[in-house]
T-cell receptor, first 113, second 113 residues
Framework: ETGVTQSPTHLIKTRGQQVTLRCSSQ?????VSWYQQALGQGPQFIFQ???????GRGNFPPRFSGLQFPNYSSELNVNALELDDSALYLC????????????FGNGTRLTVT | AQKVTQAQTEISVVEKEDVTLDCVYE???????LFWYKQPPSGELVFLIR??????QNEISGRYSWNFQKSTSSFNFTITASQVVDSAVYFC??????????FGAGTILRVKS
């Protein structure tokens, strides 16, 4: 069983730039969620995708957007990067059943300078 | 609004000591799920356990045990005979009906040899 994989592992961008992070879900999982984890804090929910549609969104501005593809992989796009966007971005996949545990990838460490 | 509180920011113990990590939650829903995750220095969030709101039975898995008490809205996690490999950040999280997992701020556990 293949776990959740994310790329890249680390990324350095300049304020104002745009970034795309990628995630492959665990086999058999059709739901993908993205979380932002600032240093020393718990992860914060960004949004979730199910069957290629956004299925819930946290308190993040529209410059955070995403996609889910037919193979259930997903992308997180962030436009007009700000210094506060520096964080660990975690992707998680889960099954369709209510209450299914989320299985997380190793994350992408984004640094905005 | 839902909320998860992990009052212990950091705990240090000596190997073989028992340690309990506290978690208190707030929710208005009658159906919800509680989780514990472990985050080692590598960054990946590792799923440990899930409990639904209708199952108050305590659970033991090897050196790990969990105490769920709806009357006090608590879901505490005990590690028996701690080991250095248990050193990590531990997160308690709440999932209400829907798709958003709300995390506590985490407890840093340091186990010294």
């Amino acid at each position: 069983e293949t776990g959740v994989t994310q790329s890249p592992t680390h990324l350095i961008k300049t304020r104002g730039q745009q970034v795309t992070l990628r995630c492959s879900s665990q086999s058999g999982h059709n739901t993908v969620s993205w979380y932002q984890q600032a240093l020393g804090q718990g992860p914060q929910f960004i949004f979730q995708y199910y069957r290629e549609e956004e299925n819930g969104r946290g308190n993040f501005p529209p410059r955070f957007s995403g996609l889910q593809f037919p193979n259930y992989s997903s992308e997180l796009n962030v436009n007009a990067l700000e210094l506060d966007d520096s964080a660990l971005y975690l992707c998680a996949s889960s099954g369709q059943r209510e209450g299914s545990p989320l299985h997380f990838g190793n994350g992408t460490r984004l640094t905005v300078t | 609004a839902q909320k998860v509180t992990q009052a212990q920011t950091e705990i240090s113990v000596v190997e073989k000591e028992d340690v309990t990590l506290d978690c208190v939650y707030e929710t208005r829903d009658t159906t919800y799920y509680l989780f514990w995750y472990k985050q080692p220095p590598s960054g990946e969030l590792v799923f440990l356990i899930r409990r639904n709101s209708f199952d108050e039975q305590n659970e033991i898995s090897g050196r790990y045990s969990w105490n769920f008490q709806k009357s006090t809205s608590s879901f505490n996690f005990t590690i028996t005979a701690s080991q250095v490999v248990d050193s990590a950040v531990y997160f308690c999280a709440l999932l209400e009906y829907g798709n958003k997992l709300v995390f506590g701020a985490g407890t840093i556990l340091r186990v010294k040899s």
